[in-house]
């Protein structure tokens, strides 16, 4: 059972860099045509997605958020990183990693973290 999990702090303080984590257990991230993405979902309204990662290690973000995401990947640990710049408050949300494939129902959700942008 494919299984994914965030973690990272709960609280960024304006203008730093927001940090999360994404383990994968029961699933290699390099497995082909897999893709791992981080989607948000600010107070009150819908679901945003942020960009990918793929099993090769292309990556695509939101061109709505500029270049303040990142992400990247340690296939040693199977794990995927979000890296957020500049954060603002209106980046306050619940961050979920999303693992997912264009041609199956693969669609495996993480249960989602709560990160407050707040001084």
């Known amino acids: 059972q494919v299984q994914l999990q965030e973690s990272g702090p709960g609280l960024v303080k304006p203008s730093q860099t927001l940090s999360l984590t994404c383990t994968v257990s029961g699933d290699s991230i390099t497995t082909k045509n897999k893709y791992w993405s981080w989607i948000r979902q600010p107070p009150g309204k819908g679901l945003e997605w942020i960009g990918y990662?793929?099993?090769?290690?292309?990556?695509y973000y939101s061109p709505a958020l500029k270049s303040r995401p990142s992400i990247s990947r340690d296939t040693s640990k199977n794990q995927f990183t979000l890296q957020l710049s500049s954060v603002i408050p209106e980046d306050t949300a619940v961050y979920y990693c999303?693992?997912?494939?264009?041609?199956?129902?693969?669609?495996?959700w993480g249960q989602g973290t709560q990160v407050t942008v707040s001084s």
């Open positions: 999303w693992g997912h494939s264009p041609d199956t129902w693969y669609d495996y």
């Open positions: 990662i793929s099993y090769s290690g292309s990556t």
